[in-house]
Each structure stands twice: as structure tokens, then as C-alpha cells.
């Protein structure tokens, strides 16, 4: 009440049969009524099957009077010619090579292997008619319905509905809700805050983008991100040159991808996987599309061989574009060889050494501690520190190894990443025992 007693019979989604009451989409209904909701669902549902059911049993009937009728006549069933046998499967859609006017297909961002064609048309004209076409008088409006009030009808020169424009002054404000005590006792505290210089900081004098900053006072000791921001640069020269030598017989297997490892090529503003991979011949090896016997897939970065190559075409020079959103943002330079050395004389086993002597030794790699403890139990896995030499690890698991170790480093170099340190493990056997205290 009084909600109840009035008449909603002449509005669009009013209810003609039951005063106070209108229908409304199941979404809107409160959860308080959803018993009744879900007894009148059960209810026309029943309703809606017994009529289909009725139906079907009225044609059926119709139809066995028919037939009883046209018995005498004996005529023969007719014969549908078929023009195809029902087992044949339809063939698939044919895709589209290129767009409408012949152009090439726009590639899409993550799956190189689909292109698009998509040419809005009169794009100007829909927009006109999205800002010019809302409703500016009442007779505009469905009949039950009416214009919010504030803030009232479009003008005829309104343009509130363009997004591509900015806002005026006057739409950012609210003069009907405004008070002036309110607002005063607001820049009151504003004030009050901006003042406490110790610890808070006022920005937006200039700019007028407003908003308040911790001050920095203390600063924190950088000896930490340095070393590990070197230990990432060391780590990163490593990798390219490693991928200056890569086995034939090591592109080979399946089991065991080679992913061109992007970060150890981008810069620290783009530091994240590339959408597209793209792979040419070196401008040193005469340029073009790489061998038919070498394969780059575009979106996971994979580097494999269908067969062995011969002799005569190795080494192989290439470059591998790594493109994001707004286009190629990176380089790398690869070399596939032909040698294979035995052991551990592989070129990604003797470069993990050095790398990983220089991080075992706090004296030249001083790290935070949670991250030195998060990086052994990585660096265990291609550096054996009890014999001091590397574990024989294929170029795939190492490559992927390696780069998890650049990741963390650079982001305890960048965003001063700390992490807890629950335990320490300097080898690659379990934790040492804990002796128990009181």
C-alpha cells in the first residue's frame, strides 16, 4: 500500500486482469518472491505442453480422416527424388583468402592462422544518427513512459549522447544536489589533510589532476634490485648468444619445444609475451621466407624442424620478429648449426656455470633473501652446487628454466619484489632437518 491499489492496466507492462499489479522480467523480481516466480513458470509450462500436446493429437486425428478417404483409390505413394543420399556429409564452408575490395585479410591479434574482414561503412552517418536520434519531446517517448527529470529533455542541438567529445564543465555537476555547507565543510578537511606535509603530499596544482601521494622520505637501500637488475643482464646476454648456436638434432624432438625465449630481446616498458612471432632469413644470408624444413609457429614463439636438414643450407641465419598490439617491438637474432656437442660441452650448459656461480656467491650477487631462497630451488634444477657443475638438461627445458629465472629477477629489480622466505635450501637435495626449541 498504497502501491497496491492503483491501476497499472493502462501502462505498457501493466497487469489487465489484477489491480497494483505489473509485469516485470524475471531479473527485476525481487528474491523474496521467487516460490511464486517459480510456481507460475511451472504452471504455464504445464499449461503450454498440455495445448502443443492437444495440438499434435488434433493434426494426428485430421490426418488418419484424410487418409481413410483416399484409401479406396489405391493410388501409389509418390516418389521424392532426392538429389543427394542423406549420408553424404555437407562440405565445409569455404574461407575467405582475402577481403571484399581483394585486399589481404586483417590478421588476427592471437590467432595469426584467422584474418577478418571488417570495413565499417558510413560509420559518420550511424553515429549522427545514434547523437540525433534520442528522444527530445514527450509524444517521442513509448506510451507509459517519460523523460528523468532533472536532468529533462535533449535540446535540439543536444549532443550528450557522442562519447568521442568531452565533457562540458556544466555536466560534471550536479547544482541540485549541491550544498554549500556541505561543500565547505569537504575543502575544510582537504585542506586540514593537505597540510600534514609529514607524511602526505598534494598533487595537481598544475595539471588539475588532483590527488593526494605518500611522501617519500625514507628511501629504500637499491643494493638489492641492483644486483639482481646486473644478475638479469648477465642472464640475458647469456641467452642471446646461446641462441646464436642452436643444434639441428635439438629442434627435432617433440617432446622437448624450443621456445624463442622474447623477454631476453624486450625492453623493460614492453617486458611482456609478444601477440605474434614472425620468422625471415637474415639480411647476412640474402633475406626471404626461412627453409620449408624449419617451422616458427606465429603464436607460442616454437622453434622446431620437420626433418633433418642438409648439410649444405646449415649454418642458418634468421631473425625473429616479436610483435604486440601496436606492431614489431623486437629482434632476435638465431643461428640453427649443425654440430651437436656430447655432454655437458653443449653451448647452454657451459653458460649456466658462470651464471650460476656469480648468483651462489652473496659477495658479488647480494639478493633480498626471500627472492635468493625462490631462485635456488629454479637454479637447482640446471646447476648441481654440490658437484659445482651443470645438470645435462635438453635445449627446451633449460630455455624455459632460464627465462623463469630472468622473469623473477627483473621483477625484483623493477617492482622491488620481495617475497617471504619460509625456508632455505642451498642444494638440490631436501631441507635440512629443523631442531626442535623451547
Known sequence: YPYSEVDYSSVENGCISQ????????????????????????AWIKRRREQEQKQLAE????????????????????????ERP???????????????????????????????????EAIEQTLAQIRSGWPKQPQDYPKGFAVASPPGFCWAECDCMDDQRPQRSWETRKNWLEDASRSSAANAAIQAFSGQAQFVRQRGQVSRMCYFETSQGARHDPTNAQAALELASALQRTLQAVLLQLPATSLIAESDPVRIPARA????????????????LASSAGGGPIPDWAQLDADTG????????????LPLQMRVEFSHSEGAVAVAT??????QPPGTTTPWLMATVPIAQRFHDPSRCPLERGIRVALVEHFNEVYDVAKRSARERPLG????????????????????????????RTTGGPPAPRTPTR
Not at 553424404?88 to 595469426?112: F, Q, W
Not at 630481446?265 to 625471415?280: H, V
Not at 627445458?397 to 632455505?424: D, F, K, N, Y
Open 265 to 280: 630481446f624486450l625492453a623493460e616498458d614492453s617486458d611482456y609475451e609478444p601477440l605474434r612471432f614472425s620468422a625471415s
Open 397 to 424: 627445458a633449460w630455455l624455459e628454466t632460464m627465462t623463469c629465472i630472468l622473469r623473477l629477477l627483473r621483477s625484483a629489480a623493477g617492482a622491488g619484489l620481495a617475497l617471504g622466505a619460509h625456508g632455505s
Open 302 to 313: 616454437v622453434l622446431s624442424l620437420v626433418r633433418q636438414p642438409p648439410p649444405s643450407e
Open 59 to 82: 493434426a494426428k486425428a485430421q490426418k488418419e480422416q484424410q487418409g481413410q478417404k483416399r484409401k479406396p483409390q489405391e493410388s501409389p505413394p509418390v516418389q521424392v527424388k532426392k
Open 19 to 42: 489491480t497494483g499489479a505489473t509485469w516485470e522480467p524475471d531479473e527485476c523480481l525481487p528474491a523474496g518472491v521467487d516460490p511464486l516466480r517459480l510456481e507460475a513458470k511451472r
Open 334 to 339: 638465431c643461428s640453427i648449426t649443425a654440430e
Open 86 to 120: 542423406d549420408d553424404v556429409p555437407v562440405p565445409p564452408t569455404k574461407m575467405s583468402k582475402t577481403r571484399r575490395d581483394g585486399a589481404p585479410l586483417e590478421r588476427d591479434l592471437l590467432h595469426s592462422k584467422v584474418g577478418h574482414d571488417f570495413a565499417p
